[in-house]
């Protein structure tokens, strides 16, 4: 199987090595979560991400989801997903904040409007209506 492009920004060690653990274990998860973290990146250059909570937790300012493997899907959980319009019915969780989409197939980017949801995500954040010390955990 081949392996993807480099994502254009430098990669953390922690990072790469839960990347690298992810695709000695699944290659197929692995291309998964590589494609979602892509679309996480692509949103703004001022994106970060980091090794967080076992995932990958991505902020701009405050943090606004994270992607955390699991043996059977992909989760991309959004910390203030509550308060983000669900129009697709795809977010689940019933936590007081967070939301998540559970993604098992490279199709669900697509059938679950995945760029959607990471833009009104990104859009809270960057409006502000994020408050800081938020977390994917919360």
């Not at 980091?50 to 989801?65: D, K, N, Q, T, V």
């Not at 308060?83 to 989409?101: M, Q, S």
């Not at 859009?123 to 994020?130: D, Q, Y």
């Amino acid at each position: 199987m081949p392996k993807p492009a480099k994502t254009p920004t430098k990669t953390s060690e922690p990072v790469a090595e839960l990347l690298d653990g992810i695709r000695s274990r699944d290659p197929d998860r692995y291309l998964l979560v590589e494609r979602l973290r892509r679309l996480v990146l692509a949103l703004a250059p001022r994106v970060t991400e980091e090794l967080r909570y076992g995932g990958l937790l991505f902020s701009a300012g405050p943090p606004f989801c994270a992607i955390f493997s699991y043996d059977k899907h992909v989760a991309l959980e959004f910390s203030q997903g509550a308060t983000l319009p669900d129009k697709h019915k795809v977010l689940e969780g019933d936590g007081k904040k967070r939301r998540y989409i559970r993604i098992e197939a490279g199709a669900d980017l697509f059938n679950k409007n995945i760029t959607e949801y990471l833009a009104l995500a990104f859009a809270a954040t960057a409006s502000g209506r994020v408050g800081r010390g938020s977390s994917a955990r919360s």
